[in-house]
């Protein structure tokens, strides 16, 4: 077991430096630069601001200038506000993981739930409606979903309020619908055909023979076992959460990392996008390793080779 974490490890680290790379290297040749701007600055002020941001430099001496700073734990500053990156990504990541965590909270409570249930009423009314739903919610991207729950909700029947400057629990509920709802409609399909696939095994059988109650063979017996595909998910659904997050912070006029992360876009922002990108990287990275070790939690008999 060991062996397979320090393998992963080594393999998380390699991809991280790899998203380091592209993104160092794509944010780079795109034409222009981040001090320029419609009303051309002076000469001489252009020139020290790429001396003090080593732009002045070819790029893959700024890439191993970088790539040092980053391991003395450095981020760099802003071009733009001046403020200190790593100060900044985590004041506004504060925001983003109570958003993106009641998210998933929320899709996975909701999807075993609702999973657990259209495989008991497999056939009936309960299923039909619960998978149309469920299908519905996955063809439709979360930024529509975002636009329409914020136009509904907020400006034509004015239940809810916008995104104020001092959010409130109210202020999440939109936001968390936007983001849960994918998550939650994907692990109702997988809790459902995981739940068809245990509910028809011989020791289900054996323990209905026994005279077991259904609710301890849904819950003590067949969800424990129906849960590995969903641990599988587990990484993926972190870096939709994340991900889909930055579009649903933008809608809602949210000042999480997302917001932060697109206006480092917009603006040309060098470190603030490699800072997030990186930052961003590393949790995927680490959820995706978490949930591979869980098998072994659920699953004892699985072997990492």
């Given amino acids: ?99 993106g965590g009641t998210s998933i909270v929320v899709a996975l409570v909701l999807g075993l739930f609702f999973g657990c249930l259209a495989a008991i009423k497999r056939n009936s009314w309960v299923d039909r409606v619960i998978i149309f739903f469920s299908t519905l919610f996955v063809a439709v991207p979360s930024f529509v979903l975002a636009t329409i729950l914020l136009l509904v909700f907020c400006l034509l029947l004015a239940w809810l309020p916008v995104w104020t400057p001092t959010p409130t629990p109210v202020n999440y509920i939109l936001p968390v619908i936007a983001l849960a709802l994918y998550p939650m409609s994907y692990i109702i399909r997988l809790t459902k055909s995981s739940m068809l696939d245990v509910l028809g095994q011989d020791y289900i059988r054996t323990a209905r023979a026994k005279g077991v109650s259904e609710g301890k063979i849904i819950f003590k017996h067949a969800l424990k076992n129906a849960l590995t595909p969903i641990i599988t998910y587990i990484g993926p659904l972190t870096a939709y959460t994340l991900v889909g997050s930055m579009v649903v912070e933008t809608i809602f006029t949210i000042g999480g990392l997302g917001s932060k992360f697109v206006d480092g876009i917009t603006n040309r922002d060098y470190p603030m996008i490699m800072g997030t990108t990186i930052f961003l990287a590393i949790l995927i990275v680490v959820f995706t390793l978490i949930s591979d070790l869980l098998y072994k939690v659920v699953d004892p008999r699985v072997k990492f080779d």
Avoid at 42 to 54: G, I, S, Y
């Fill in 1 to 99: 077991m060991w062996k397979y974490i320090l393998k992963r490890v080594i393999l998380a680290i390699v991809t991280i430096f790899i998203i380091i790379a592209i993104t160092f290297f794509t944010m780079n040749a795109v034409p222009g630069g981040p001090f320029q701007k419609e009303k051309a600055p002076d000469p001489a002020v252009q020139k020290q601001l790429e001396e003090r941001f080593h732009l002045d430099k070819p790029v893959w001496e700024q890439f191993l200038i970088y790539l040092g700073n980053i391991f003395q734990g450095d981020f760099g500053i802003s071009l733009k506000t001046g403020r200190n990156i790593s100060q900044t990504i985590f004041d506004s990541f504060s925001i983003s993981a109570i958003l």
